[in-house]
């Protein structure tokens, strides 16, 4: 067994796949293709210092021909497809540079300049699908910026299009759904260290890319690296219907929270008869909890909006894009695409309701859930991204928790002791591997992984338990159709190799601090303290912000911080600061503030406080 080795059993299950999907229908790339204008040639983006931020050609130089047995050719085809960039035309006005982030950025042409929605995740890519545009569509200046959701791939480039003198001055408007700063700011402040170092295994950024290792990921081709920015929106979207108007461009919105995102929305432009569903309608089965970690998304109400985005645009568009993918030409195609997509997260809720209230708990219902043919044959169905397995067991979760209700199953044992267990009751460390050899022979891969998992915990220094472990890690990683799974079954594969590679990227940025409100920021310093060692604290301190007037207090009791608007009176020391100054609180530091009371105190707060851990272990205790 060795990392070049593609087992039978996965070759075989490749093979079948060959015969049940209609690997002969083109429509997919003739859509992606559809409207080429021009590309970056080579299609390597660099930041100021050189460093490379964006590298389309490490996909084109192996990502052709017949899928190699070492990746699944379902995956294989989307990959390949993710793979063409370039800028294009949706219609006479609406055009996207596609390929050169993890998601599209579109620009809308008006009277004297372009809107643009969704400007990547990076400074540097962003600026550069802006240089592509305008090289073939003239130097039009940015007028405006539509932000569709809160996450950081649709939003965090913006200042490679702009600049935040320009939307203070009103030059640029930033339009968004409600909620959007705060959710935008929080998913990368309260969890973000454990979600990006979760989310280097779900895309894999240390991978070597080739048939043995990255290939994309699903949404596109993968992160870009550069710098992450953020301007808080000006104008935000209140109640579905609205509308506005500029520089001439029409636009009318429909809000979605609750869907692929807490804030986000969908936006037609009845001119150019150009519907946008943001990212809830892309060419893959999406995420109801992506595997790095989030809010579970509600099944429910995605299907339900997909619905009434029919509804309210279906008579007014002949063509939809997204924020991610390809669009899809002619009413009757669009509207079909829809409604599959809606019918999609539709079933995975109701019948996963419907199992579980016969008593069938979240990994059962995932074994035996099956899509209905018409979506299981449909490309934009499979699960590339997300998957039935486990958007089934984020459902489940939603509605009854990580308690399946078996008493069994209430009070385990952590992984170290279980595996110690586990390892004893089968016949010790050296009778484990015996067992997973000859399920691995068998090409029982999951059950490898899950025995073997056990003597890794109990004997992390294990190396031979290790080398098995990644063995059978990567022969799951070569079969799955899923994309976030192979990239994280074969970055476990790659730590239990080479040990820990931490986070590759923080999304973590001033821009980011900074547009933290005061009670999230005193939230972000809470969740840092160190409960047990703040139990027999009792301290209290006043923050006044000097440029706002705004006044909080916070009060440490039982390891709990607590704040709340009020007076600094009585406190035990008082922080006077300007509110752009308040996130060095975060680190530590009151550089400019001015101290009144005992400044002993913000010593034994700070020496309460723990920084989160980017390399914590995942596949080792």
């Not at 299609?43 to 017949?66: H, T």
């Not at 200042?159 to 968004?176: E, F, R």
């Not at 294990?462 to 059978?472: E, I, V």
Request: contains cysteine; charged residues 20%; proline residues 5%.
């Amino acid at each position: 067994m060795t990392a070049t080795i593609v087992s039978e059993g996965v070759r075989s299950a490749h093979v079948a796949l060959l015969d049940t999907l209609s690997f002969d229908d083109a429509q997919d790339f003739e859509d992606a293709n559809h409207g080429f204008i021009g590309r970056l040639d080579p299609c390597i983006i660099r930041a100021a210092d050189g460093r490379v931020v964006w590298d389309n050609e490490s996909y084109r130089a192996f990502l052709e021909g017949e899928a190699p047995a070492s990746v699944n050719p379902s995956l294989w085809r989307q990959s390949i497809l993710n793979t063409i960039d370039g800028l294009f035309e949706v219609v006479p006005g609406i055009y996207q540079v596609r390929g050169f982030d993890l998601s599209n950025i579109t620009f809308v042409e008006g009277d004297t300049g372009v809107l643009v929605i969704d400007p990547l995740i990076s400074v540097e890519t962003a600026a550069a699908a802006l240089a592509l545009y305008r090289l073939h569509r003239g130097d039009r200046p940015v007028v405006a910026v539509v932000y569709t959701h809160s996450h950081v791939d649709h939003f965090a480039g913006v200042k490679g299009i702009t600049t935040q003198a320009d939307v203070d001055a009103g030059w640029c408007p930033i339009i968004a759904p409600d909620g959007f700063l705060e959710h935008a700011v929080s998913e990368n402040i309260y969890a973000g260290t454990a979600m990006t170092r979760r989310a280097a295994y779900m895309y894999g950024p240390v991978l070597a890319r080739g048939p043995e290792g990255q290939v994309g990921a699903r949404l596109g081709k993968t992160t870009s690296i550069g710098t992450i920015s953020l301007i808080a929106p000006k104008d935000v979207i209140v109640a579905t219907g609205e509308e506005r108007v500029v520089d001439g461009i029409r636009m009318e919105f429909q809000l979605t929270p609750g869907t692929e995102a807490p804030a986000e929305m969908n936006l037609l432009f009845p001119d150019h008869r150009a519907l946008c569903m943001a990212e809830n309608a892309t060419h893959v089965l999406h995420n109801v909890l992506t595997i790095r970690g989030a809010l579970v998304r509600d099944a429910r109400t995605w299907s339900r909006y997909i619905t009434e985005a029919i509804e309210l645009f279906g008579d007014r568009a002949d063509v939809e894009f997204a924020s991610h993918h390809w669009p899809t030409w002619g009413r009757e195609r669009f509207i079909a695409y829809l409604e599959l997509q809606r019918d999609l997260y539709g079933y995975l809720h109701d019948q996963t309701l419907r199992l579980l209230n016969h008593g069938l708990t979240g990994i059962e219902i995932a074994e035996q859930i099956e899509l209905p043919p018409a979506l299981e044959r449909a490309w934009h169905a499979r699960g590339y991204y997300g998957s039935v397995s486990h958007n089934v067991k984020a459902i489940y979760q939603r509605y009854l928790g990580w308690y399946d209700g078996n008493p069994a199953h209430l009070w385990q044992h952590v992984p170290v002791e279980a595996g110690r267990r586990y390892v004893a009751a089968i016949g010790g460390a050296d009778a484990v591997p015996a067992h997973a050899r000859a399920a691995f022979a068998d090409g029982d891969f999951r059950w490898v992984a899950e025995l073997v998992n056990h003597l890794v915990f109990a004997e992390p220094d294990n190396a031979a338990a290790k080398a098995l472990q990644a063995d059978a890690l990567e022969q799951l990683g070569f079969g799955s159709e899923n994309g976030t799974w192979r990239s994280a079954y074969l970055s476990g594969a790659f730590e239990l190799r080479h040990g820990s590679v931490g986070t590759p990227v923080s999304t973590t940025s001033a821009d980011f601090l900074g547009a933290l409100t005061p009670e999230q920021i005193f939230d972000a310093i809470a969740i840092r303290v160190d409960g047990p060692r703040a139990w027999d604290e009792r301290l209290s301190i006043g923050v006044e912000l000097t440029d706002t007037n705004g006044a909080y207090r916070l009060d440490l009791r039982n390891g709990v911080l607590v704040h709340r608007r009020a007076s600094v009176g009585g406190a035990d020391v008082t922080v006077r600061t300007a509110r752009a100054a308040l996130p060095l609180l975060l680190a530590g530091r009151t550089d400019g503030a001015a101290i009144d009371g005992d400044p002993g105190v913000l010593v034994r707060l700070m020496g309460m406080l723990e920084a989160p851990d980017p390399d914590f272990t995942i596949v080792t205790p």
